[in-house]
C-alpha cells in the first residue's frame, strides 16, 4: 500500500510551524484532503485466511491490521468502555496505535495527548505528532513536561541521570492515566515487542497501559505494518528515540540495530548456543539476551512474598 508523503511540505524545505509553548487543547480543523493515509471503515469481520500466509507479505500484513483492530474492539467491548486516551509522540510506534485506535473505536472516541519536553524533543516530532491527531481527527492536548520535571527533581536527595529519565517517562503517564480517569477511557500503550522483550522502557511509565495494542509485533514489523496502513516514510523511518534526553537514539543506547536484535528475539527460543549456530554474532546474542535477563522483572508484575502457610 504505497502512498504519498502526508507532510510533504517538509520536502520541498517549507518551514515547519512553530509548535505552541502553553498548554493547549486542540480539536481537530477539517481533515485536509490527502490521500497519504487509508481511513476507510475496516469491517466488523477479518477476511479468512484459508491457508497461512507468507511472512510479511500483503496477506500477512492485511490479517495483522485487521486482527489489531478487532482486539482492541472486543477488548474494549468485554470491559465496556467505549473511549481511548494515547500519547502521541511523532513515532512510528504510537503512530501506528493511534491509527489502530481509530479505526476500531473511531475517532470521536479517541483522545491525545502531546508531551514534549521543550528543548529536548525535536519540533519535527512535536509537528508530526499533531498533523498525525489532525489528519485522523482526533482532539489533543498539548501539554509540555518541563515544569512537572522540575517540580519532581527538587528533591531532598540529587536523582541521578537515570532517575530523571524515569521521572520523564512517568510524568506523561501520569497525565495520560489523569485524562483516561477524566474521560472514563482506557490508556492504550505503544510498547513493541522488541521493546517488552529487552525491557527497553519505563517500570510505571511508558511501559504502563491498559492494554499494548502494538505489544506482539517486533519492531521491524511494525514499521511493515505502518507502510501498509499508509503512515508516511518520514513516521515509518524516522529514527528511534525515547527522547529522554537531546540526541538520545534507541539503537545507539541499545548496543545494536532493531533488525540485528529482532533475528535474535525471532529465535530466542533456541537459546544462545542455538541462535549462534544459526550464524548470529556471538557478541549480538549475548547482548540481547543479557538485556532479557537483567530486564525480566519488567515484564511481570511484582511478587508477593508467601507468608500465610495455610492460604
Known amino acids: 500500500m504505497q502512498q504519498s508523503s502526508l507532510f510533504g511540505g517538509e520536502e520541498d524545505g517549507t518551514t515547519l510551524p512553530a509548535a505552541p509553548s502553553v498548554k493547549s487543547r486542540k480539536k481537530p480543523s477539517p481533515k485536509p484532503s490527502l490521500k497519504s493515509m487509508d481511513t476507510a471503515t475496516i469491517s466488523e469481520t477479518p477476511k479468512k485466511i484459508k491457508q497461512p500466509s507468507k511472512y510479511l507479505s500483503q496477506q500477512w500484513l492485511e490479517d495483522v491490521h485487521q486482527r489489531l483492530i478487532m482486539g482492541v474492539r472486543s477488548y474494549f467491548d468485554a470491559n465496556r468502555y467505549k473511549r481511548a486516551v494515547i500519547g502521541v509522540s ?32 525535536s519540533d519535527e516530532n512535536c509537528v508530526h505528532a499533531k498533523m498525525l491527531c489532525e489528519f485522523f481527527g482526533v482532539p489533543y492536548y498539548y501539554v509540555p513536561i518541563n515544569s512537572y520535571v522540575s517540580s519532581f527533581i527538587d528533591l531532598p536527595w540529587e536523582p541521578n541521570h537515570v532517575a530523571i529519565m524515569n521521572c520523564k517517562a512517568r510524568i506523561r503517564m501520569t497525565m495520560l492515566y489523569s485524562l483516561a480517569n477524566s474521560e472514563k477511557a482506557l490508556v492504550l500503550g505503544t510498547s513493541n515487542l522488541t521493546e517488552i522483550l529487552l525491557g527497553y522502557g519505563t517500570k510505571y511509565g511508558d511501559l504502563a497501559a491498559d492494554i499494548e495494542v502494538i505489544g506482539e509485533l517486533y519492531k521491524t514489523e511494525v514499521i511493515k505494518v505502518a507502510e501498509y496502513v499508509g503512515l508516511p516514510p518520514e513516521i515509518a523511518h524516522k529514527t528511534p528515540s525515547a527522547e529522554l534526553v537531546a540526541g538520545q537514539s534507541d539503537e545507539e543506547e541499545l548496543g545494536a540495530p532493531y533488525p540485528d536484535i529482532d533475528k535474535v528475539l525471532m529465535r530466542r527460543e533456541l537459546g544462545r548456543e542455538g541462535c549462534v549456530a544459526h550464524g548470529l554474532p556471538l557478541a549480538l546474542v549475548q547482548l540481547v539476551f543479557r538485556r532479557m535477563d537483567d530486564n525480566g522483572h519488567k515484564r511481570a508484575m511484582p511478587p508477593v512474598i508467601e507468608s500465610v502457610a495455610s492460604r
Do not use: Q
Request: hydrophobic share 55%.
Open 90 to 121: 511523532g513515532g512510528v510506534d504510537s503512530a501506528l496505535t493511534l491509527k489502530i485506535a481509530v479505526d476500531a473505536l473511531g475517532a470521536e472516541n479517541v483522545s491525545a495527548l502531546i508531551m514534549p519536553e521543550l528543548s529536548v524533543t
